[in-house]
């Protein structure tokens, strides 16, 4: 028998459960769970010293479908069991669908997800496909495409499990319980990309809930950042049509809208825009000095807060926290149609030790 010592395995109980004190009881009773939620804040130390900031990163990737979307989604569809929904339906850029096909189908939901065809990432489609959602591909963008599943979701019995489900925003507040009581207290700043608006909001509320609890004695400022192309909140108007290859952000008029800009202006934050080319080098620089992968959405936190830090609006100091909302293997494309994979060598010793020491990759082996 293994004594309590060497039983090591402890698992986190997932959002509903972990957090149960703070949610709402409708929902937090439910056994629906993956064990999504408690991921890990991630210390940052070189490109915390690059920036000359305390950095720390929550790997919303380590989630169960990859993204931080299962905190709002095992909420969400606990509250369509609860309520005895036999459907639900969500438009996504492919997060959103990914996470509540998973949960739907753990819930023994039925789950209807519209996507707008061409604009989501092969591996969210796979997620999507294999979890078993009906997938209507839509030729339009995602504001069109959440327009239709709002109509969808007032027509029919099915429940709608967008942001706009206040469900989704209760789950993923939980994020900001975790960062507070990793770092025990609240960071001076916490940087995540925006898209919809949604989980800016959520952090915003579960910060606010701790502190009137007593349990942090502060909110931290909120930085949203946006890619260039689809910042509609940057520039303080819709985007009939926004462009990014963050498609997961790809976003022209979020329904999140005035939620995302009252978490900015009463933290004391800002929202940013970056263009691609900063996102892909911010990817890039996290992998290389930290070994997280995140995908381009998330990378273009990153690649704000460096641009922030770099003109001094994040005293040097500072405890930061950057949320890499979605793991890199979302979107492997991403990273090959940039890459140049290094030709095919035959299977002979001399051909792989060329191959090898070519740039200096191995060590001078001395033959
Ligand atoms: C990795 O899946 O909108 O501002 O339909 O997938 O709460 O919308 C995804 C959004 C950031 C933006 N990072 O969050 C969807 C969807 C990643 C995301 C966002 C998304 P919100």
Redesign the pocket.
């Known amino acids: 028998m293994l004594s309590a010592h060497e039983r090591v395995y402890r698992p986190w109980p997932g959002v509903l459960a972990g957090h149960r004190a703070y949610l709402l009881p409708e929902i937090s009773g439910v056994g629906l769970t993956l064990h999504e939620g408690g991921t890990p804040l991630v210390a940052a130390p070189r490109l915390g010293s690059r920036l000359g900031i305390d950095l720390h990163l929550k790997v919303e990737g380590q989630n169960p479908t990859g ?1 931080f ?1 299962d905190r709002g989604m095992v909420a969400a569809v606990a509250g369509a069991m609860a309520g005895g929904a036999r459907t639900v339906v969500c438009a ?6 990914a996470s509540a096909a998973a949960y739907s189908a753990r819930a023994g939901l039925k789950c209807l997800v519209i996507l707008p065809a061409g604009a989501v990432s092969a591996g969210k489609v796979a997620q999507a496909l294999v979890y078993g959602a009906r997938l209507v591909p839509v030729r339009c963008g ?1 504001d069109r495409a959440l327009e239709l599943a709002r109509e969808l979701a007032a027509r029919t019995p099915a429940v709608l499990v967008n ?1 706009l489900n206040p469900l989704r925003l209760e789950g993923q507040k939980t994020a900001a319980f975790e960062v507070a009581s990793a770092l025990g207290g609240a960071p001076d700043f916490l940087v995540l ?8 909001r959520a952090y915003w509320l579960g910060f606010q809930q701790y502190r009137r609890a007593g349990l942090i004695d502060r909110c931290p400022r909120i930085i949203g950042v946006q890619a260039l192309g689809a910042d509609p909140l940057v520039r303080g108007e819709p985007i009939a049509e926004p462009r990014t290859r963050a498609t ?2 790809c ?1 022209g008029r979020p329904a ?1 809208w005035n939620g995302a800009m009252d978490a900015i202006r009463e933290s004391g934050g800002t929202v940013l825009a970056v263009d691609d080319s900063q996102i892909f080098a911010a990817r890039d620089l996290l992998a290389a000095d930290e070994g997280v992968f995140a ?1 381009p ?2 990378a273009a936190a990153a690649a704000g807060l460096a641009c922030l830090a770099e003109r001094g609006a994040v005293p040097c100091g500072s405890t930061v926290v950057l949320v890499l ?2 793991h890199g293997l979302k979107d492997p494309d991403a990273v090959l149609e940039r890459a140049c994979l290094p030709p095919v060598v035959e299977p002979e010793f001399p051909a792989i030790l060329a191959a090898a020491g070519d740039g200096g990759a191995v060590d001078d082996p001395g033959i």
């Open positions: 993204s979307k996504s850029t492919g997060n959103t669908a995602f942001s990309p925006v898209g919809n608006g949604g989980n800016i997961a952000i976003i999140g995908e959405a998330s909302t979605g």
